[in-house]
């Protein structure tokens, strides 16, 4: 069956680093779009990074360019992010999303990972 597990996720402090992983099976992962969504307390979901079928392409939301970077390893059927330069807004619980890049009807979320950056 389809998954997509998160892990990574922790405590950190104001400026540190962390890096997301997202393990994929139970589907092609090659023909499918990833993106890394997150969600704060209170807050709508939004998009943080997202990142085409082939790695070809990237986009990133104002708040993360320059900090976060997305990519995958198709072979390892997995995506990353690595945040840099962590900041308290950046707390949220971090979701993993998958989305077929001709039906786009075919999406699948993980179970997210919290990241907390205090001190």
């Known amino acids: 069956q389809v998954q997509l597990v998160e892990s990574g996720g922790g405590l950190v402090q104001p400026g540190g680093s962390l890096r997301l992983s997202c393990a994929a099976s139970?589907?092609?992962?090659?023909?499918?779009?990833m993106g890394w969504y997150r969600q704060a307390p209170g807050k709508e979901r939004e998009l943080v990074a997202s990142i085409t079928n082939t790695g070809g392409s990237t986009n990133y939301a104002d708040s993360v360019k320059g900090r976060f970077t997305i990519s995958r390893d198709n072979a390892k059927n997995t995506v990353y992010l690595q945040m840099n330069s962590l900041r308290p807004e950046d707390t949220a619980v971090y979701y993993c999303?998958?989305?077929?890049?001709?039906?786009?009807?075919?999406?699948?979320w993980g179970q997210g990972t919290q990241v907390t950056v205090s001190s």
């Open positions: 999303n998958a989305k077929h890049l001709i039906a786009t009807f075919r999406s699948y």
């Open positions: 139970g589907f092609t992962f090659s023909n499918y779009h």
